[in-house]
């Protein structure tokens, strides 16, 4: 019986040893695939970065077609400092993780606001900006608070933070507004054309968005904007769950160009203000 148990407890130490093995086997093969994921895209020297390019003053098309924006110039600057090019490239806004998890894209950089269910899909930089969702209506229709909207038709742009929002808080706004569901768009200047023509009372909408745009259109005196029910968030870069390599030049990027002032340069340019978060 001695022997027997002597020999169970080598078998099973044996055992031990070889899942040892090859959890060292699995860590070291995925920190080996982190590491290959920002080699691949030093070796091209081109990272692929996915955004919706109507979402000012974020990334959007300027009068000549062309991609311009907050997170264009922020992007550009910090690949630059890494000696790597940036290739913009639209995307569904409610694919864009879908478009991360098959390699089409290798970033996505364009307002996106941090959230739990996002982190289990992607990794994610440090924050950089702070955001909230407002509600923008027309004054005419004297929506001055929440509330006012019982009843009434909401439109947000689907999959956006706030259509999750909704989602997962619906006793905050979804149960109050029409059919308990928002009316959701491709993008947020389709809601805006609803807004106007009546068919809905109120967008559900990032306040840095709103607030551009409003303040460029000529009847900008015709809408209002108040605070939704969700909070404050936070924008940040969502490379692919677990490429850390990637997210470290992201953030280095970002201390780097906060460091020198660079990064408020370019939030004055675009917000007129300084609106960038401190980088540690």
């Known amino acids: ?93 409610s694919m864009k993780e879908t478009e991360l998890k098959n390699g089409s894209i290798d970033a996505i950089w364009n307002g996106y606001t941090v959230t739990n269910d996002r982190k289990k899909q992607v990794t994610f930089s440090n924050p950089y900006l702070t955001n909230e969702q407002a509600i923008v209506s027309l004054k005419k229709d004297n929506i001055k608070k929440v509330s006012d909207l019982k009843d009434q038709a909401l439109g947000a742009q689907e999959g956006s933070s706030g259509a999750e929002s909704l989602e997962n808080e619906p006793e905050k706004l979804n149960d109050l507004i029409k059919d308990q569901d928002a009316v959701l768009y491709g993008s947020f200047a389709e809601s805006f054309i609803d807004l106007n023509a009546g068919r809905i009372k109120g967008i559900l909408i990032d306040r840095v968005y709103a607030e551009y745009y409003i303040s460029h259109e000529k009847n900008s005196s015709d809408y209002s904007i108040i605070e939704g029910p969700f909070g404050k968030e936070k924008f940040a870069v969502g490379v692919r769950k677990g490429d850390t390599a990637t997210a470290k030049v992201i953030n280095k990027g970002l201390k780097k160009l906060y460091d020198s002032g660079e990064a408020q340069k370019i939030s004055e340019k675009w917000f007129g203000s300084d609106k960038i978060l401190p980088q540690k």
């Open 1 to 93: 019986m001695k022997k027997l148990g002597k020999m169970i407890s080598l078998g099973l130490l044996t055992i031990g040893v070889l899942f040892l093995i090859a959890g060292c086997g699995s860590s070291k093969k995925a920190a080996t695939k982190d590491a290959k994921t920002w080699q691949d895209i030093k070796e091209k020297g081109t990272i692929v970065v996915g955004l919706d390019d109507t979402f000012v003053p974020m990334g959007f098309r300027d009068e000549n077609d062309k991609l311009v924006g907050f997170d264009i110039d922020l992007a550009t600057a910090v690949f630059k400092e890494a000696g790597i090019k940036v290739k913009f490239q639209p995307i569904d806004w």
